[in-house]
RNA sequence: CGCGGGGUAGAGCAGUCCGGUAGCUUGUCAGGCUCAUAACCUGAAGGUCGGAGGUUCAAAUCCUCCCCCCGCAACCA
């Protein structure tokens, strides 16, 4: 049988999280890993920090801290927020670990034994006021073919040129603004990407089709411009040390010990329990696993090009991709989220406004799945305010109280059903059909529209066969009609379980006769019969809260929403 | 000619592969219902599908050219 394994992009240690860090990797996946454990499937979810390079070294200093407890410190929050947000890793690790550590050397020894490691002498800028070497986009000075005075190292973003810091007139550190600047001759290691350029293309073409278009052709792009020799190794302290001679006092480039990262994690979690757990049955000609990634656009290459790369020419059959879910940005109303400048909404923000639910449905609604999409609180409430207060959690209360007021807290009997109720049949079992189908494909936003549907479905219900008129002449059809709906609501908790799991549990926990949350099986003539008269439930409060048009004010004023 | 994505009612999107009178959600307006969180249900109005040309009996969809927005370009999801 096929098991899953899934990983998100590691997010950067360095700061906090946001909506946009959220929605791009770590929140589809794990829908993705509710809905397959949901249905059965063996599933092990991966992910954990990137912690390597540049960013948490400056960081670091930036907040007097050695870099090892600065990356703990982020890590740890990190942590803290993704579990406030219900996320189901199996296994939440970090990069720097001593597993990955040996992942990241058992490779690279490959690697280095079939000739794909080669030396080069590079140029590189080097900061003496910041004792450091800095990074391409860490150097800032004029640009040679425009005049932009603030062009990097990497490129111009005012005439968009690509750059070498060297090409840089009045070349100066980003960091200390220091003009101080050298350009010294270093030795790295760089991996022979176009010596497996022929075996990614042969794999690559076999994608056609099965992965995204835009993962397919943005691989195939790279591929068509031919791929470049690419340093793994940079002059940095912060890092895994290179095991070769003459290297010893350079680290691996982050980028090369980050993708390894989801291997090195897998056995950071099969060292917490190894008579169970065994990493190499997940990663090591493993056939009966299948791999799925999510990750942002800007990823995509390094997914599909740069770390397929590197496990092939280990000459091992390490696990591939087989499926790439590449997610577009969301935005933040206009403008772009930042770290830097700490402008959008960040985690721990976001939870302290509302539970994690109203968020995680928003954002899987709104998912920028084709295109960037936009965050906004007026959307936010529009959507929170009519799909999950008006649509399904007025369902539920009205049903509640009907039964409450009409049979007492106990589930009424399913009687003889009529028309109505197989049309109902029908129709559901059309959009459960169409949810699973697109949760199978990862179309989250076609997902979460069936779902809703499904609670407009009941609405419609109800409306349509009117028991609080039934129940004053025909008792035993009101009754069925009440049974139905609290079968419906059931349906309901399992279908929005790997998006709103805490909504999910709160609904399963009205039934005082436990109904697991698993994925409903046979017809909807079937499973909207679980539920049974004389079962006893709890009445509760509405699940939701509508968000008030003076809070939206409000929470724009205070994360500076503008436009 | 760097590459990719996008431009469809006020807003947010689907439809484009495979041509057949333009659809969904929200918002607006009207009606119904009164079990329910002023919620729910039904109906109406609202679009020359970015622009121009072409193919066709027929184009949002196929072809050509152009305009605009966003992202990427190997160190900011």
């Not at 990955?100 to 590189?124: H, M, S």
């Not at 603030?150 to 690509?162: F, L, N, P, R, Y």
């Not at 068509?224 to 793994?232: A, C, D, T, V």
Request: charge should be negative; hydrophobic fraction near 35%.
């Amino acid at each position: 049988m096929t098991k899953h394994l899934i990983t998100s992009a590691l997010p950067y240690v360095n700061g906090l999280p946001h909506l946009g860090h959220l929605v791009g990797c770590l929140l589809p996946a794990d829908v993705y890993a509710r809905y397959l454990r949901q249905k059965g499937e063996e599933v092990l979810f991966i992910c954990g920090t990137d912690e390597h390079g540049t960013p948490s070294e400056v960081g670091a200093d930036r907040e007097g801290m050695d870099v090892v407890d600065y990356c703990k410190k982020y890590h740890d929050l990190h942590v803290q927020m993704y579990q406030g947000f219900n996320l189901s890793f199996d296994y939440f690790g970090r990069t720097s670990s001593d597993q990955n550590k040996e992942i990241v050397y058992r490779i690279f020894k490959a690697l280095d034994q079939n000739g794909l490691i080669t030396e080069r002498t590079t140029k590189q800028v080097y900061s003496p006021d910041d004792e450091r070497y800095l990074p391409d986009s860490y150097v800032m000075g004029t640009c040679p073919h425009c005049g932009y005075d603030k062009a990097k190292g990497d490129q111009c973003e005012h005439c968009t040129k690509v750059l070498d810091p060297t090409d840089l007139i009045h070349p100066k550190s980003v960091l200390s603004g220091s003009s101080n600047i050298e350009i010294r001759e270093t030795k790295h290691l760089f991996l022979e990407l176009p010596k497996l350029e022929k075996e990614l293309a042969l794999w690559i073409e076999t994608k056609k089709g099965l992965w995204p278009d835009i993962a397919y052709s943005i691989a195939c792009k790279w591929l068509k411009e031919g791929l470049q020799e690419r340093g793994i190794t940079r002059d940095l302290k912060w890092g895994f040390s290179v095991p070769k001679d003459g290297f010893n006092d350079k680290v691996f480039y982050v980028w090369f010990d980050a993708p390894i990262g989801y291997i090195g994690i897998t056995k950071q979690w099969a060292d917490e329990c190894p008579e169970s757990r065994n990493w190499e049955t997940w990663w090591l000609n493993a056939p009966d696993v299948r791999h799925t990634e999510f990750m942002g656009k800007d990823n995509i290459p390094f997914h599909t090009i740069s770390f397929p790369a590197t496990l092939k020419g280990t000459g091992e059959e390490w696990t591939q991709v087989a499926f790439l879910k590449g997610m577009n940005y969301l935005n933040y109303a206009g403008g772009k989220f930042s770290k830097s400048a700490h402008r959008g909404v960040f985690l721990d923000d976001a939870l302290t406004e509302f539970p994690a639910d109203y968020w995680r449905y928003w954002l899987m609604a709104n998912a920028p799945e084709s295109d960037d999409s936009s965050f906004s609180f007026d959307l936010f409430a529009g959507t929170v305010n009519k799909d999950l207060n008006d649509v399904l959690g007025n369902f539920i209360n009205r049903v509640l109280k009907m039964i409450g007021n009409n049979f007492g807290n106990t589930v009424p009997s399913l009687g003889p059903v009529t028309e109505e109720e197989e049309n109902l049949y029908a129709e559901t079992d059309r959009l459960v059909h169409l949810y699973g189908d697109a949760m199978n494909r990862l179309e989250f936003r076609k997902a979460i529209s069936a779902l809703r549907e499904l609670w407009v479905l009941g609405n419609n219900y109800i409306a349509k066969t009117e028991p609080w008129k039934v129940l004053k002449t025909n008792s035993t059809y009101g009754g069925t009609i009440l049974n139905t709906a609290m079968n419906l609501i059931l349906l309901y908790a399992k279908l929005s379980a790997p998006v709103m799991p805490e909504t999910a549990a709160k609904i399963q926990a009205l039934f005082l006769t436990n109904h697991a949350l698993d994925w409903p099986t046979g017809t909807a003539a079937d499973y909207l019969k679980t539920i049974r008269g004389g079962e006893p439930f709890a009445l509760t409060e509405p699940l939701f809260k509508k968000i008030l048009p003076e809070q939206v004010t409000e929470l724009k004023l205070k994360y500076k929403e503008t436009e």
